[in-house]
């Protein structure tokens, strides 16, 4: 039954169509450009136009005022992390080429497109008409326009696009069938390596083992694991802490800092236990302020310059970072140290076999599984000798990629195409994010037969939809590929320093 359901592909789309340009507008949330100002430099040059600078940061402004009013109070720009400049240029490299192809198809929308566009918002009307006055009092109007513009031009290529995809009936029969037709899997995630990690070599096996395996196999290893074999210097500390909130207004923060300094001229080495229990912001507060070991460089800055002062049991000047004034004592120091080769050598000889064994029992038993699936004989029994669980996915759609369970293989998805009630298990093992799964048909229900005259306006837009999502994702690949681009724009360092908290 499944062999005669096949995936669609892209020959009822005519030859052109790949070519329209403004389609991962889609995809990417293109608007109109933002001015390619020179102020504050350029970040990055597409097919010789710029983005400039300024761009970059009234693109990351729009996104917070988003998240702002999506999340409102529960958002905290921290939580976009490092890599959220780079991430706002890349999408602006992006959307520079789309708008390229845009203006070159006329695709654009114009002042007065979008002018008409806001009269008809219901929001700024008074009586059944615009209101300019209520409208000019609207904060943020430049970013809810950029979104509208978008919107709209969207919808101008989206227009193009629905006419240019035509559905024979034999298509819309088997969309209908990849649509309607449910099967439920028989499945199993295997790892291989896991497998065999739990057995520990017997004595004699790794005397056997380390009397084979040359010296430099494990002086290879040690030389590539050095950090495992390092002990780091640790500080171990007493702490407290006056939090600033976040977007605290000036009198919060003058507030947080007459605290601390107060704290700090009333504590003294005996009572700084004491002091932290009462006066505390943190969870370590209960238990006298102590945050036990800390390993040193993982905080910000201006504390690691601070504890790097101290001796035992002195206190720290007040320290102000990103989480408020802090006031620290130092109880102890552990300077770090590199373990030698010779005092890691039998641990490194375990995981060296644990890691040998592991991979030869994981290639042999692979090897065995195939084999039985080729012949068409089921290993289920031998999944469960193993203490692999064998899960259902449910009931879901042949004509869907994400598989419940699963997650979205187009490898899965397609071995499913070949099973039937006949010949329920796939020729091996399956592989997706790095595991191997075993699969098995366990019921199937065909589709009902197409009826053309039923629903059929509502089964060409959902097939149209999906082609034209194919589209946009194979375009955006080939602007991609042909464009012409340099950054300019530094970004700082992605790695971001723990806090003490």
């Known amino acids: 039954m499944l062999d005669s359901i096949r995936k669609r592909k892209d020959n009822f789309i005519y030859s052109g169509i790949i070519l329209v340009t403004a389609a991962v507008m889609g995809f990417y949330g293109v608007g109109k450009m933002a001015s390619d100002s020179k102020e504050g430099g350029v970040a990055a040059w597409v097919n010789g136009d710029p983005i400039s600078e300024r761009d970059v940061q009234q693109e990351m402004e729009r996104r917070v005022y988003q998240y702002q009013t999506l999340f409102g109070g529960q958002f905290d720009p921290r939580m976009l992390g490092p890599d959220f400049p780079k991430q706002i240029l890349d999408q602006l490299v992006r959307s520079k080429l789309l708008a390229q192809q845009a203006k070159k198809m006329s695709l654009i929308v114009t002042d007065e497109e979008l002018a008409d566009f806001i009269r008809e918002i219901p929001a700024y009307q008074k009586d059944g ?41 034999a298509e819309l029969a088997r969309t209908h069938a990849l649509k309607e037709t449910k099967i439920d899997l028989s499945y199993a995630r295997i790892n291989f390596q896991n497998l065999a990690k739990n ?47 976040y977007q605290a207004s000036e009198n919060q923060k003058a507030d947080a800092k007459k605290k601390i300094d107060a704290i700090h001229a009333e504590i003294t080495p005996a009572k700084f236990s004491e002091v932290a229990k009462k006066r505390s912001d943190d969870e370590y507060a209960k238990k006298g302020g102590d945050a036990g070991w800390v390993i040193v460089g993982s905080l910000e800055k201006p504390l690691e310059d601070a504890i790097a002062q101290l001796k035992p049991n002195e206190i720290s000047p007040p320290v102000q970072a990103s989480f408020g004034h802090f006031i620290f004592q130092l109880v102890a120091r552990k300077e770090g140290r ?49 203490k692999i669980e064998v899960k259902k996915t449910g009931p879901f759609s042949i004509g869907q990629a994400e598989i419940p369970g699963i997650g979205n293989s187009e490898s899965i998805v397609d071995a499913a195409f070949e099973l039937s009630p006949g010949r329920p298990l796939p020729k091996s093992l399956l592989f997706f994010q790095d595991n191997y799964f075993y699969v098995k048909l366990a019921k199937l229900e065909p589709a009902k037969s197409f009826d053309a005259s039923k629903d059929t306006e509502a089964l060409e837009r959902s097939a149209k939809n999906q082609i034209e999502n194919q589209i946009l994702q194979d375009w955006v690949g080939q602007l991609e590929k042909k464009a012409s681009k340099k950054i300019e724009m530094k970004f700082a360092a992605t790695e971001e320093p723990t806090a003490v908290q």
Do not use: C
Request: hydrophobic content about 30%; cysteine-free; aromatic content about 10%.
């Open 129 to 169: 008409k615009f209101d300019a006055t209520r409208y000019t009092q609207i904060q943020n109007r430049g970013i809810l326009e950029k979104g509208w513009r978008e919107r709209l031009e969207l919808g101008k290529f989206q227009d193009y696009l629905s006419g240019r995809v035509s559905l024979t009936p």
């Open 199 to 245: 057995r520990k070599a017997t004595d004699k096996e790794l005397a056997e083992f380390v009397k084979a395996t040359p010296e430099s196999e494990f002086q290879g290893y040690y030389d590539g694991h050095k950090s495992d074999y390092t002990e780091k210097s640790k500080v171990q500390l007493r702490q407290i802490r006056v939090g600033i909130p």
């Open 338 to 386: 590199e373990k030698p080769l010779s005092e890691v050598r039998a641990g490194i000889a375990e995981k060296l076999y644990a890691d040998k064994h592991a991979k030869e029992f994981g290639e042999t038993t692979r090897k065995k599984w195939d084999d039985m699936l080729a012949s068409g004989k089921d290993i289920e029994s031998e999944l469960k000798a193993q």
